[in-house]
């Protein structure tokens, strides 16, 4: 009988991180119009900061706030320079069409300059 009791906490414990996951996403996707798949990398380097302090002999509590911090600044600069550009831009692949220098261009400097001659 302990061991329905212990799967049964297991199965909590798993089903509360799939929710939070969810909740996660779906909290990104209301506040920046994008869907972001990069929160469990986000999740990931909290996770290696704070594994990295306690190899360093921190205190829990230092190595859980640099963790933190590092989580933080990461999602931080992430919305800032990716997800801010990619909002009202269209979801789906086949609605992206490239630039007619791309196709007219023979090197990648003038397709970068945006400067194509003929």
Do not use: K
């Amino acid at each position: 009988m302990t061991e329905v009791f212990r799967f049964a906490a297991l199965g909590v414990g798993a089903g509360a991180l799939y929710a939070l996951a969810a909740v996660g996403l779906v909290l990104v996707h209301r506040g920046s119009g994008v869907v972001n798949f990069a929160q469990g990398a986000m999740g990931m380097v909290g996770a290696y900061v704070y594994f990295e302090g306690r190899g360093a002999d921190l205190p829990d509590a230092v190595s859980v706030v640099l963790g933190l911090l590092a989580a933080a600044v990461l999602g931080a600069a992430f919305h800032l320079l990716i997800l801010r550009r990619m909002r009202g831009r269209p979801a789906s692949p086949g609605s992206w069409r490239p630039s007619p220098c791309w196709w007219s261009c023979s090197r990648w400097r003038c397709c970068a300059t945006g400067t194509c001659r003929r």
